[in-house]
């Protein structure tokens, strides 16, 4: 059985009451009017008023005190190597700190950060089945993090992509990373992966450190991955011109990261805001990398978002859940029975300005967490890396 961090086996009923403001995930009704959600074998089982609802005989009942509960976040664009170390800033510990920000989900754009990365074909299918297998049975701290994202090389033939895809291997790591870098060489691996069903992301923009590529506007296009990954730049942008150009003439992810350019990113959130498609947005922080790891980085994306981007915070939670959890093909992300029960439960910081949570996010601030729920278990109470909040859930039984 997988380690899960710190619990196996199926989990019993979960019940959170008195929950104050419940964000759905999902942009089209992102706030529900429901005060109660109950989770079973980790996942949710019913969403609605706690008076309509089937509230005994829990195992886990948690009074939420009027906080806030979100989908748990995802972040949609890491490079972990393996277990919760990183040799990129040598940190230990940094998927444990993730949790502490509300992140209960990390997609891998590809295990780049090894030391001495495969590069050679069956070398760097080897790395990706391994990733896959390595994260698919440990979870740091109980968070689920998608690995095995293979960086494609020249060379490589269908059989490979339909290899990886039966061993297991859900994504593509970030196309452009590798040798790899013209579009029509790019579309062909593309469409092979997503021939055996795998999700795939391209780097855009400049290279991110030596070593890496720069990938401009007709290669995205041409490439045509599921995700424009980092629109933004990793962390160098392309013009703003063709961040408009991109978003209007392809229909796939629009990737915003906290280690890219933060004018870029909120362009390609008004280009998106203006094409009525919202729906497209999905956030990441792209590290570690250069720019170290940022346990709160999704919390700050929707901030910068919300308050720069001038988009209503349960939006901004939106691009953080649900979105990515459709683009990306997750059973998380959304307050929905049938999703898993992955959850944050977050209040307004204390002494924020804000009125209220979503006042305080639109305002800039970040939110404190006090509870984060991940498959129907308590991972964390009160968060060490966010400000304080005022209210903070509590497990009554
Ligand atoms: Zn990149």
Redesign the pocket.
């Known amino acids: 059985m997988a380690d899960i961090g710190g619990t196996t086996g199926p989990v019993g009923k979960l019940v959170i009451r008195n929950i104050g403001l419940l964000l759905s995930g999902d942009l089209a009704r992102p706030i529900l009017d429901a005060d109660a959600v109950v989770a079973d074998k980790g996942r949710i089982v019913a969403v609605g008023k706690a008076r309509d609802l089937d509230l005994d005989n829990a195992k886990v009942t948690i009074d939420a005190k009027g906080c806030a509960l979100s989908p748990g976040l995802i972040d949609s664009h890491v490079h972990p190597v393996f277990g919760d170390w990183t040799p990129r800033q040598s940190q230990l510990g940094w998927i444990d700190s993730f949790l502490n920000g509300g992140v209960t989900t990390m997609i891998s754009?590809g295990e780049v950060h090894l030391p001495g990365r495969p590069k050679d074909i069956v070398g760097l299918k080897a790395l990706a089945i391994t990733a896959q297998r390595s994260f698919d049975a440990f979870r740091p701290g109980g968070v689920k993090v998608h690995a095995g994202a293979p960086v494609i090389e020249k060379g490589m033939v269908e059989e490979d992509f339909a290899d990886l895809a039966k061993a297991g291997v859900k994504l593509l790591g970030?196309i452009g990373?590798g040798s790899v870098k013209a579009g029509d060489e790019a579309k062909k691996m593309v469409a092979w992966a997503r021939k055996y069903g795998m999700n795939s992301t391209i780097?855009t923009g400049g290279p991110?450190v030596p070593g890496?590529g720069y990938i401009d506007e007709s290669v995205v296009l041409e490439a045509d991955a599921d995700v424009i990954?980092?629109i933004n730049g990793?962390h160098t942008a392309l013009s703003l011109k063709q961040i408009t150009c991109l978003c209007e003439r392809c229909e796939r992810a629009i990737e915003i990261v906290h280690n890219g350019n933060e004018l870029a990113g909120l362009h390609a959130l008004r280009i998106a805001r203006e094409l009525k498609q919202l729906e497209r947005v999905i956030v990441g922080t792209?590290s570690p990398a250069g720019s170290g790891v940022q346990p709160l980085g999704i919390l700050r994306m929707i901030a910068l978002l919300s308050s720069l981007g001038d988009t209503p915070a349960e939006q901004a939670f939106c691009f953080a859940t649900g979105n990515t959890a459709r683009l990306r093909d997750l059973d998380c992300g959304l307050i929905e029975p049938g999703r898993a029960a992955d959850f944050v439960l977050m209040d307004r910081a204390q002494h924020s300005s804000g009125t209220d949570l979503l006042d305080s996010v639109r305002k800039g601030d970040l939110p404190g967490i006090g509870m984060v729920i991940i498959d129907g278990v308590v991972r964390i109470g009160r968060s060490r890396n966010t400000p304080p909040a005022d209210r903070v859930p509590e497990i009554v039984h």
């Open positions: 754009a970030e990373l780097h991110s890496s990954g980092h990793g792209d």
